[in-house]
């Protein structure tokens, strides 16, 4: 027997027309669907046609493995869901590596459309599982409605509610937003913003780097100040002190080097450096400290960059004298002391220093024109090994010397190199001492090529230590070649020193040279019986007013490098313009993964898949699968799975959507077992 259809063809009830919307009452009633039930009934020992199987055999082969109330898992989506998993974080990764050291707005484009595509298929892949778990729930809340005595059935309208677009392009966006907007998901990619430091374009400027003619003028007025030792005058006063710039230090091979830090009034078209050598811009309170203005937002900050110019620097070595028995003398009859320096401590410090030791210092010594009329010198002393000083004409050379003197009474954990020779009594008529140590330190001021960073919203900071020369240049490398990317500076400002030069500034070092000594001597308490101060206490690797240990040759290098750092260099720096270059930042951005919340998510975008795979309910009355596609709807329809309650209304062709909603969105539908009607036609 063959089925009473073409099941190539969909046939429905006839539907009358008529020329008006109107006149919808005159038209016949809605007519019953062909009823299909033959087809399933013809024969046992054939199979239904292929047009009437509700399953996709592909997605329901072999059997539920985990639990019998649940349907057959589908394998295909499952198995395309789980290699999306596993593909995610290869791909997000591999969108960092791309988006890494974009620009900020290229970053962004490239995080974004990687996460957003990753996102938009896992949503979708969980959208595809999901929506049996919707079919299923559907279905099943229309069998169990239709076995309901007091109301059965289901209206069409909240049917068409539930199955209208189930997985649209709108539904899954709305879930890959929602799922961004989540706090857990938001830092799965983290972003960081990097100003990244480049050192190949760059564009030549001037720096208030140097001492102009008007600072060495004023300088060398000051000069006899600062020779008094009446006076000891100082730049400023201690009540301002702490505003000078601070002291930064670098290491070059075996050396420490000290440098004054710049201040941001250098780097200011009208600013200045504190070697102005004048009262309102000596004193590091008044006009230099620049602020940098948000009025038009945050816009007008722009980045920083890298500053290259030349600036003075300090090496200094120190060892204590030797012998002092015979190169110190504590007390002479004309109340002096005398320390002398051997000529081969020098040799010694200077060859440490990687310099020859100056000839001018080579001159045979004449004591007498060093030594008081009547006092003595030690029999073992040669004068023929004491040196008197020497210049070196690139920057400066100094010997410092420290003779320290304390009263025994202050240094109860005190060593000394010598004592003198008669005692002190104290308040209590305890006998004292006064202890003597020595050093000498050879002090190299010397120009250096720094980089500094300029931030533009903080003050600006030393990067490193390019090179120890007195003129900026290219620092290229096969890698890296420096080109400059405006006019040359000489073509525009023909007045900016090129390099510095330390030929007009000896009136310059003297008073910035005074200066330090004199902060140290105020400090020292000059007039005070023999005490110790803080000062004497860092040459030491003692603390507090008691601590005074031994004169250690390193601890007075450094506290000495870091006062004259910190008193000297600031003044090396007035209103005079050298050259600098200037090294833009680009402003670009770092991508990165957190493993651990993207581990966790895909995780759960995983766990959650498979739980949507494997574990669909089944129908009740163990009815087949039923989903929302037409193949469903033919079963529904056309075996009479769904059958109306009630009259049906009329509807006519070429009605809008809306009106077809309002005719028939009431009617009642109730879900009939096929195989209790099977039972029931035979």
């Not at 209208?164 to 879930?175: D, I, K, Y």
């Not at 290259?308 to 190169?327: A, L």
């Not at 001597?521 to 690797?541: E, M, Q």
Request: include cysteine; hydrophobic fraction near 40%.
């Amino acid at each position: 027997m063959q089925p009473d259809f073409d099941p190539r063809t969909l046939e429905l009830g006839p539907i009358s027309y008529s020329g008006s919307a109107k006149s919808a009452p005159s038209a016949p009633p809605l007519a019953p669907l062909r009823r299909l039930a033959p087809a399933y009934t013809d024969s046992p020992s054939k199979s239904p046609p292929p047009f009437y199987s509700l399953r996709t055999r592909s997605a329901f082969l072999g059997k539920q493995p985990l639990a019998s109330g649940f349907e057959v898992p589908h394998w295909r989506k499952i198995l395309v869901h789980t290699a999306l998993c596993l593909a995610s974080y290869p791909i997000l990764l591999a969108v960092t590596l791309v988006a890494r050291n974009q620009p900020i707005f290229w970053t962004r484009f490239i995080v974004g459309l990687g996460c957003g595509l990753v996102g938009l298929c896992l949503g979708y892949s969980l959208l595809t599982l999901a929506k049996c778990h919707l079919e299923a729930a559907t279905w099943a809340t229309v069998i169990h409605q239709s076995h309901f005595d007091d109301s059965p059935g289901v209206r069409l309208r909240d049917l068409a509610a539930t199955t209208e677009n189930p997985t649209s392009a709108l539904t899954a966006l709305r879930l890959l937003w929602n799922r961004t907007m989540h706090p857990a998901t938001a830092r799965r990619s983290r972003r960081d913003y990097d100003l990244i430091h480049q050192r190949e374009r760059y564009e030549e400027i001037s720096i208030k780097g140097d001492n102009s003619d008007a600072d060495i003028a004023r300088a060398s007025q000051l000069k006899s100040t600062f020779e008094d030792f009446t006076l000891t005058w100082t730049m400023a006063p201690f009540s301002t002190h702490g505003g000078l710039p601070p002291v930064v230090s670098f290491s070059w091979g075996n050396d420490i080097i000290y440098f004054s830090e710049t201040i941001m009034s250098q780097l200011l078209p009208n600013g200045s450096g504190f070697g102005t050598f004048d009262t309102e811009t000596t004193n590091p309170s008044f006009k230099l400290t620049p602020s940098v203005s948000f009025e038009k937002g945050a816009e007008e900050v722009l980045p920083g960059s890298i500053v290259r110019f030349p600036k003075w620097g300090i090496r200094i070595r120190c060892t204590q004298i030797p012998d002092p028995d015979v190169n110190l003398v504590p007390l002479s009859l004309n109340n002096m002391s005398y320390l002398f320096t051997p000529r081969a401590v020098l040799v010694s410090l200077f060859s440490s220093l990687g310099m020859d030791y100056p000839e001018s210092s080579m001159v045979p010594f004449d004591i007498t024109k060093v030594i008081h009329p009547g006092d003595t010198i030690s029999a073992a002393l040669n004068p023929n090994d004491i040196a008197l000083g020497g210049e070196d004409g690139k920057g400066w050379v100094s010997i410092e010397e420290v003779l320290v003197r304390l009263n025994t009474s202050y240094t109860p954990n005190g060593t000394f190199a010598r004592k003198s020779d008669q005692s002190i009594l104290d308040d209590e008529g305890n006998p004292t001492w006064i202890g003597y140590d020595a050093a000498i330190c050879v002090e190299l001021f010397e120009p250096w090529i720094v980089e500094i960073y300029n931030s533009t919203t903080g003050l600006p900071s030393t990067l490193r230590i390019v090179e120890p020369v007195n003129v900026v240049r290219s620092q290229d490398t096969p890698e890296l070649q420096e080109k400059l990317v405006e006019l040359p500076l000489s073509m525009t400002d023909s007045d900016t020193h090129r390099q510095l030069n330390s030929s007009k500034l000896a009136d310059v070092y003297e008073g910035a040279h005074g200066n330090s000594v004199n902060q140290l001597l105020k400090d020292n308490g000059r007039d005070a019986f023999y005490v110790p101060s803080p000062t004497v206490v860092s040459y030491t690797d003692g603390e507090g007013p008691l601590g005074y240990t031994e004169l250690s040759a390193p601890y007075f290098a450094q506290a000495r490098g870091l006062a004259d750092a910190s008193n000297i260099l600031p003044y090396f720096a007035g209103t005079g313009e050298i050259l600098a270059r200037r090294y833009q930042d680009l402003v670009l951005s770092n991508t990165s993964i957190n493993p651990l919340y993207m581990g966790v998510y895909l995780g759960l975008i995983f766990l959650l898949g498979i739980l949507a795979g494997f574990f669909v309910p089944k129908l009740p009355l163990d009815v087949p699968h039923r989903g929302f596609e037409v193949y469903s709807w033919i079963a529904a329809f056309h075996a009479d799975e769904l059958m109306e309650i009630g009259g049906t209304p009329a509807i006519e062709k070429n009605l809008e959507l809306h009106e077809i909603a309002q005719q028939v969105g009431d009617i009642k539908f109730r879900y009939v077992n096929p195989n209790t009607r099977q039972k029931s036609l035979v």
